[in-house]
């Protein structure tokens, strides 16, 4: 009923030409199922808030109906905030404005946090960012660092990142003659068994697949370690 009042307002300022933009694009409209019809205010402008069902958004436009960027949300979230005269750091309600009631809080960027982003928008804050407000940390926030504080919240340029092929420790990540030198730079012709069987269980023997013995552990060869414990380990170097 609205629409046939609107169109029966509209067709008689056709004839005459007196049709603002607004007004021309409703009157061009198709009526496909889907299509975007602008809304207009009384006085045949663009209604600064637009929303079309299609794609369930919302979104703010200026004077001659263009798009203002950033101003589109989701229907379901609320309307966005498109009131020039209301600073964008000042909470204040916006009559008759509604969000969804979902927690996906932001921090307005007047210190408050809100449920979401349908929330900040109808009082006004377009201005946040994602998740509650809170004190500021500051530490590395680069979790493959060494120093990675999982309490930061601010990065300051603190990290610090292990040498290739050691930990941060210093120690070498791969050294299965624990002689400290990493196997990438340890070019010797092989291991001694009693080079092994320092500072842990000794090493009773090394032998391979055809159970023949071996006294050194040369690189690219499977073989098996007896320990005086009884262990049997297969160790490929």
Not at 109 to 121: K, P, R, V
Not at 139 to 154: L, M
Not at 168 to 183: A, K, M, R, T
């Amino acid at each position: 009923m609205k629409k046939l009042l609107y169109l029966l307002t509209v067709y008689p300022l056709i004839a005459f030409g007196q049709l603002s933009p607004c007004e021309q694009e409703v009157a061009d409209s198709t009526g496909i199922i889907g299509e975007f019809v602008p809304q207009c205010e009384e006085d045949g402008s663009y209604a600064s808030i637009q929303c079309w069902a299609s794609t369930g958004h919302c979104w703010c436009v200026d004077e001659d109906g263009v798009e203002l960027a950033g101003t589109a949300i989701p229907m379901w979230i609320g309307t966005p905030n498109c009131s020039s005269s209301t600073d964008s750091c000042e909470a204040e309600y916006i009559e008759g404005c509604f969000w969804i009631d979902l927690w996906d809080p932001v921090c307005g960027c007047d210190g408050n946090t809100y449920s979401n982003s349908g929330q900040a928008a109808c009082y006004g804050i377009e201005d946040f960012t994602p998740g509650t407000c809170e004190s500021i940390i500051y530490g590395c926030t680069d979790s493959t660092a060494c120093n990675f504080n999982v309490y930061a919240n601010s990065f300051d340029n603190s990290c610090y990142y292990a040498l290739l092929y050691y930990d941060c420790d210093g120690n070498c990540i791969s050294d299965i003659d624990e002689d400290g030198i990493c196997d990438e730079f340890d070019f010797d012709d092989g291991i001694g068994i009693d080079e092994i069987s320092q500072d842990k269980i000794k090493v009773l023997r090394m032998f391979d697949v055809l159970g023949r013995e071996h006294s050194t552990h040369l690189k690219g060869a499977l073989l098996f370690y007896l320990y005086e414990d009884g262990r049997v380990e297969k160790r490929l170097h």
